[in-house]
């Protein structure tokens, strides 16, 4: 016995079928009509239905005792909020977009779920999407949040494409900038001075006696990060009479083993700066790989300070940057900036920490 049914033979069953693939969707209809509705929570708890409302859109101002009550009714009814019901009647849509460079980043990792988790607490939630390193991408991606009346953005870093400054100049969506601080910034930050994280990290190499020494960073055209970092490094060893040379290094452990070891085979440093700790760690495996010594016969540094850096062997010399603070602290500036129409701009700063382990060491020659 065949049980399938036509499309054809669902458009033609009677009315009154209460069976069949017709029959189920007659269910689903009905059981959509009969959700529950915010006042059958109110009733079910037994406030106003303008209470309830409340604790849904900032539960702080609703008592403890209140909050309880409606939370359990809401859960014993399976009742589901509708925020875009909720959007006819307020500005905010509850949802705010982050665009990052890359999600295949394990300091960036630690930031978005930061970030995340800060928004969810004020029940909102989160639009994430990444471009690459590419900012006429990051213009499009706006240009789509934008679309989906997002409450507020978050981008990493200074430099953004015309494009994507206009759209956020027309719109006047609140906006804070991550990773990258400064006190003329456009918009909102929160983030390190970068220029002071490079310093900082070549100033303890050449402390330590290290006088030529190669740097491995990113394409610093489209990053600001890893260019304000590049330039403290560079300012630090030019003030000292150092010699170095820059190579090109995306952020890849492969492929940063692989030029350390053409690196080292063809000349000599005491020290290498890596652009971030991932460039850091393929550097010591590159070493590694040709028996060289570290930090015994060459010292190697990074930044960030991401989850394996102080676990590896030998354990990692780098910047901490307070990724998870970071991330907090913007979800914080946009929900200021979103729920205060005479807010200003917020700019903080937040400090890094230079972290000496057992990857660099003294210059034995």
């Not at 049914?5 to 959509?32: F, L, N, T």
């Not at 409450?151 to 990258?180: E, F, S, Y």
């Not at 050449?206 to 970092?229: K, M, Q, S, W």
């Amino acid at each position: 016995m065949n049980d399938t049914v036509s499309c054809d033979k669902v458009a033609e069953a009677p009315s009154g079928a209460g069976k069949g693939e017709q029959g189920e969707a007659d269910s689903v209809r009905r059981a959509r009509q009969e959700a529950p509705s915010i006042l059958d929570v109110a009733d079910s708890a037994q406030v106003s239905a303008a209470t309830v409302s409340r604790y849904f859109n900032d539960p702080k101002i609703v008592r403890s005792a209140t909050r309880a009550r409606i939370a359990a009714a809401a859960q014993k009814l399976g009742y589901i909020r509708n925020r875009n019901a909720g959007s006819l009647h307020t500005r905010f849509s509850g949802t705010f977009g982050l665009v990052v460079p890359t999600m295949d980043n394990a300091i960036f990792a630690e930031m978005i779920e930061a970030f995340s988790n800060q928004l969810q607490s004020h029940e909102r939630t989160l639009l994430i999407a990444s471009h690459g390193y590419d900012l006429g991408l990051e213009a499009s991606i706006v240009r789509s949040l934008l679309e989906r009346r997002i409450d507020g953005i978050a981008l990493i870093g200074l430099d953004h494409d015309a494009v994507t400054m206009n759209l956020l100049d027309k719109r006047q969506v609140p906006v804070v900038t991550v990773w990258n601080y400064h006190p003329d910034a456009v918009f909102s930050c929160v983030g390190v001075d970068n220029r002071q994280v490079g310093r900082s990290i070549a100033q303890h190499l050449v402390d330590l006696g290290h006088r030529e020494i190669a740097l491995l960073f990113p394409d610093v055209d489209t990053n600001d990060r890893a260019r304000d970092r590049l330039a403290g490094v560079e300012d630090i060893l030019g003030q000292h009479g150092c010699t170095w040379q820059r190579y090109a290094c995306p952020y890849e452990v492969a492929r940063s083993k692989a030029l350390s070891r053409e690196i080292l085979q063809d000349a000599h440093y005491t020290a290498m700066i890596g652009g971030n700790d991932v460039i850091a760690q393929g550097a010591i495996y590159g070493a590694q790989s040709l028996g060289i010594s570290v930090p015994e016969s060459l010292s190697i540094v990074g930044i960030g300070d991401f989850r394996s850096s102080g676990q590896m062997e030998p354990s990692l010399t780098t910047v901490r940057l307070p990724a998870k603070r970071i991330g907090v602290q913007a979800a914080e500036i946009l929900l200021s900036l979103s729920q205060n129409d005479e807010a200003t701009d917020i700019r903080q700063f937040l400090k890094p920490e230079l972290l000496i382990r057992a990857s660099s060491g003294a210059c034995r020659f």
